[in-house]
Structure formats: structure tokens, C-alpha cells
């Protein structure tokens, strides 16, 4: 296990990630006793925000903790000095996402407005220059998507994405499990635990399950997290369609209504539009919890999530419409949104919690696992 060092600048720095109010903090304790998601293995928030206080940047880093959180908000409610412990817990996992990334590219976006939206134009503008050079000729009697832009070009395009996107997650998911099971272990795991705790990422990843425990939602009727699982049905259903199913999804054939190419996009459109909405009218409502604090990164994910959608719809309609010049450069335009959400907010931004929040209840099991077995049989499973 890493020796504690302490970094002064922790404090400020965390200011850059999101409001909490850390330094009002008196350690009372009221915010971990209301938790929902705490326990005697990992008592937040209030031990991440006392780690903030005295600037425990390497033992953050070797944290759970902000995974386990899913900001409903009720520490918030009851903190008596205000320190909107939710909110703090909220920065943390911006901040964790930060010290995963290899790149310094999440910081740069987390930290910097410019940095984000610049990263998101350039990879458009760079999307929109592409596709106009590799283009094939302009049809204009009838809409021919695919000879415009054809489909085995752009399938070769998605499946350099697709290599980027694992090569980045990769590196920075080796970097997460390095932080909280190496340097934040006092014992070595056997590697036969990672295979038979294997099912918890699944599980979490398809379902985040452990969302509907949340009091508040559940008063609603688990509105928050049926919605969230939604619009993950619907981001990850496209993206297996765009990575593994375009040649069957963008022809020039108009399939009639009940031919699931059709209805596979209706739903993944529905539920986005209806994820991304949500989220937008809940900023600007602030009539929860999670929703009383907006992040820059908040508000350019579900805005590009809406934009994907509706330049979607747009394309679609223009096409059954016959308007050929209009569908090719919508469809263009279309690219211009698709590819920033992918290749900067799934390893870089917002959408990296997708991944690392199952992650870290998957380690969070290991760990459990590994600390039950006695000391000596634990180093000498790790030694086979
Ligand atoms: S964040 Fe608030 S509730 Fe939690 S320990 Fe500090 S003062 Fe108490
Ligand atoms: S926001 Fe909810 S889940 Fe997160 S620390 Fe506070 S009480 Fe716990």
C-alpha cells in the first residue's frame, strides 16, 4: 500500500471538478449516517471529504468510494454546514476520471470550458472534411445514401473509432484497477478472484442495479434510474449497430415499418431523445438533487446526445421524403455530432462513469473476497 502523501493544492484543485464546499466541513458525521450506499467498509462521504481536508490526493486515488455514490442527494440535504457533501462526491468522480486518463485530455475537459467545446469542434469540423474529401459522387435524382457515402468506407472509419475508444479505455481502466488494487491493497489478489467476480461487471454494467436502492428515486417510483437505464439501452444499442451492424442498418432500401432495422432506431432514438431531454429540463429545473449543480460536462453530453438524435430524425425523414442533397448533408452533420460523443466523452468525459462505476463494484467484490481469505493464503494464491 502507498504511503499517505499530503498535496495542499488538493482542495482548490477539486474546486475546478465541481461546488462542494469541503472547507465548511466539521466532520460531524450526519452525511455518512443518512447514506443509503455506505457501510462500515466505506464510510463516505464523509472520509473522502475528510481526505479532501487534509490532502489525501494518493489515498483518493486508491478509493471506491465516489463510485458507490449515486447522488441522491440526501447527505446534501441534511448537512448542517452546507458542504453539499453529494456534490463533493460528484467532483471526486470527475477528479478520479482525470487521474485515470493517461492523456491529461479529461482534466483539460473537466477543467477548461474552451478545452471541451474546442475538442468537440475540431473533431467535428475534422469529421465534416473527411467525409466531404472520401465522398462518392452527388445523386441527385433519388437519394443513394451509400453511394454518396459509402457504407464500407464509413465502417472502416467506425472501426478505427472503435480501436482508439479500446486502446484509451484500456489503458486508463489499467490505470484505475493499478490505483485501488495494487497501490490500495495491503495484500496481493489471487487472480482466480477477477475471473469468478467477473459476473458483477456485467451485471452493474447492463443494469446499475444498485441505483434502485436509492430512497428518493424509489419515493418516485425509480424514475432516475429507469430513465438512465433507458438511455444506456439506447447509446449502447447504436453503438453496437454502428460497430458491428452498419452494413445491415444504413442501406438504401426502405424497409417496411415493422422490419426491426426500422424499429431498433425508433427505440434507440425514443429513449435517447427522452434520456437527454430529461436530463436538460432537470438542469434547468434544479428540482433534484442531482440536478442542483451543473458541470459544463453535464450539460455538453446530453446537448450532444439531443443533436445526434434530432440530426437523425432529420436524415431519416428527409430520405423517405426524397430529398437527396438534404439527407447527404444532414447526414454529414450527423457524423460531425456522432464522432466527438464517441471518441472524446466515452473515454475522456462524461460517459466514462459508464464503465468505470461497474468496475469499481467489481473491485470493491474482489477486494471483500480477498480480505476475507487469510493473509498467508492470499500471497500465496497471488505467487501461482
Ligand atoms: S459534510 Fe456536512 S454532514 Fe458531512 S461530516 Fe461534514 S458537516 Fe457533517
Ligand atoms: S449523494 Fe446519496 S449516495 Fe451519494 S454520498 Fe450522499 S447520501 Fe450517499
Known amino acids: ?152 468506407i464509413v465502417h472502416v472509419a467506425d472501426w478505427i473509432m472503435a480501436g482508439m475508444l479500446v486502446f484509451f479505455i484500456a489503458i486508463n481502466v489499467f ?64 453503438l453496437v449497430i454502428i460497430i458491428f451492424f452498419l452494413k445491415w442498418f444504413q442501406t438504401d432500401e426502405i424497409y417496411p415499418v415493422w422490419h426491426p432495422q426500422r424499429w431498433l432506431g425508433y427505440y434507440a432514438t425514443i429513449v435517447l431523445i ?3 431531454g430529461r436530463s436538460i429540463i432537470g438542469r434547468i429545473k434544479k428540482n433534484v438533487q442531482m440536478h442542483r449543480f451543473s458541470h459544463a460536462s453535464d450539460w455538453i453530453f446530453p446537448v450532444l446526445l439531443l443533436l445526434v438524435a434530432l440530426t437523425g430524425i432529420m436524415m431519416h425523414t428527409t430520405r423517405y421524403l426524397g430529398l437527396p442533397l438534404v439527407t447527404y448533408y444532414t447526414y454529414i452533420i450527423h457524423l460531425a455530432f456522432v464522432a466527438p460523443m464517441l471518441i472524446l466523452e466515452v473515454p475522456f468525459g462524461k460517459w466514462a462513469h459508464l464503465y468505470y462505476r461497474p468496475l469499481a463494484i467489481y473491485f470493491e467484490q474482489v477486494r471483500a473476497k480477498a480480505k476475507a481469505m487469510p493473509v498467508a493464503e492470499t500471497q500465496l494464491a497471488s505467487a501461482d
Open 175 to 238: 490505470r484505475m484497477w493499478k490505483y485501488i488494487m495494487v497501490d490500495g491493497m495491503d495484500r496481493k489478489v489471487p487472480f482466480s478472484l477477477y475471473i469468478t467476480e467477473a459476473w458483477q461487471i456485467v451485471l452493474h454494467l447492463f443494469t446499475q442495479k444498485r441505483w434502485a436502492q436509492c430512497e428518493e428515486d424509489k419515493e418516485k417510483k425509480n424514475w432516475n434510474w429507469i430513465a438512465h437505464l433507458l438511455m444506456v439501452s439506447g447509446y449502447g444499442l447504436m
Open 1 to 152: 500500500m502507498t504511503a499517505t502523501r499530503v498535496d495542499p493544492e488538493l482542495l482548490s484543485e477539486l474546486k475546478e471538478y465541481g461546488d462542494g464546499q469541503v472547507e465548511t466541513c466539521f466532520n460531524c458525521g450526519n452525511c455518512t449516517a443518512i447514506c443509503p450506499f455506505t457501510s462500515a467498509e466505506y464510510p463516505f462521504p464523509r472520509n473522502m471529504i475528510r481526505l479532501v481536508q487534509i490532502g489525501g490526493a494518493e489515498k483518493l486515488k486508491q478509493s471506491i468510494d465516489p463510485w458507490l455514490c449515486y447522488y441522491c442527494g440526501d447527505c446534501s440535504q441534511t448537512c448542517p454546514r452546507g458542504a453539499e457533501p453529494g456534490e463533493v462526491m460528484m467532483s471526486l468522480r470527475r477528479w478520479l476520471t482525470a487521474q485515470y486518463d493517461f492523456t491529461g485530455l479529461a482534466k483539460k475537459f473537466y477543467t477548461s470550458k474552451v478545452w471541451e467545446i474546442g475538442a468537440m469542434v475540431v473533431v467535428g469540423v475534422l469529421v465534416v472534411v473527411i467525409a466531404l474529401l472520401l465522398s462518392g459522387p452527388v445523386v441527385t435524382d433519388q437519394v443513394e445514401l451509400n453511394t454518396f457515402a459509402p457504407v464500407e
Open 274 to 276: 427522452f434520456g437527454a
